[in-house]
């Protein structure tokens, strides 16, 4: 019998070798370091005030830059899929800076720009909004990171829609709103709650673009991840394993419910809803 792919097994036994030395295995290594620490020593670690700031800081900055992305990105993917216009190569290879531009020079560029003395920190501050250390920066530098997930996730599912439907609708009358409210955003809503998710996911691991900006002061603009390093230094490994370990496990529950999203969305192509 001829193989589809030659040299399957070999290739197959390769990949699952790398995803084990560079994946699996830290992640397994970390787990089991969290295990070790202990329920009660857990619980103590977990329930700390500092640890409680450092997780409810995290968690609403990166829903805030959730909530920014999912506007701002919904309204970047559809200028670039519907509209033609001078530049739009060059804006549509922008979106992809945040994956190429190292996060540390993200973050020095975000605080030299919403510092006080910034381009736009100034005018800012003079009507009564800081965001250079505040939690207003770090959803700042996290909606810069994790941006791209919501615009490429999106824009190609808008490049594929059949420009038949929304004419039809558009024939029998229904408003530009209702067509998107009833034929394109039905149809673009599973990419587009993966984006989120994605997104979501990636705002909660960043440290690099947040240490410069958000000045990493405990209990008012600590993250989680900053958090951990500092454990780290302070050789608490125990400490920083059981927050990274909770870190992960909300990271996993990201990607759970993105392969949620993409079974329903398959099911849906199968059963032509």
């Known amino acids: 019998m001829n193989r589809v792919i030659p040299g399957l097994p070999l290739s197959l036994g390769i990949t699952v070798l790398y995803l084990s030395l560079i994946v699996l295995l830290p992640l397994g290594a970390l787990v089991w370091q969290a295990l070790d620490v202990g329920w009660e020593r857990y619980l103590a670690i977990m329930s700390g005030a500092r640890t409680m700031a450092a997780f409810r800081i995290t968690l ?47 973050g020095l560029a975000l605080s030299a720009l919403f510092a006080k003395n910034g381009w736009f ?50 024939t029998l009358g229904a408003s530009d709103l209702r067509i998107f409210a009833r034929i394109i955003f039905p149809a673009i809503l599973p990419a587009f709650l993966t984006g989120a998710s994605l997104g979501f996911a990636r705002s909660l691991g960043e440290f690099g673009a947040i ?26 490994y125990p400490a920083a394993a059981a927050i990274a370990a909770t870190l992960l496990g909300f990271a996993f529950v990201m990607l759970f419910l993105v392969n949620m999203i993409q079974l329903w969305q398959q099911r849906r192509i199968g059963t032509g809803d």
């Open 211 to 236: 240490i410069f900006i958000a000045g990493n002061l405990p209990l008012k603009t600590e993250v989680v991840s900053l958090l951990t390093f500092i454990r780290i230094e302070e050789y608490d």
């Open 121 to 170: 920190g100034g005018p800012l501050a003079q009507i009564g909004i800081e965001v250079a250390y505040t939690p207003l920066g770090i959803a700042m530098a996290m909606a810069f990171t994790s941006i791209p997930f919501v615009v490429r996730t999106v824009q190609p599912v808008l490049e594929d829609l059949a420009a038949d439907v929304e004419e039809a609708a558009a």
């Open 60 to 106: 609403s900055t990166a829903a805030l830059a959730t909530l920014f992305n999912c506007i701002y990105g919904l309204a970047l993917a559809w200028v670039l899929v519907r509209y033609e216009f001078p530049g739009k190569r060059y804006l549509d290879a922008l979106v992809d800076v945040p994956f190429a531009l190292p996060t540390a020079v993200a």
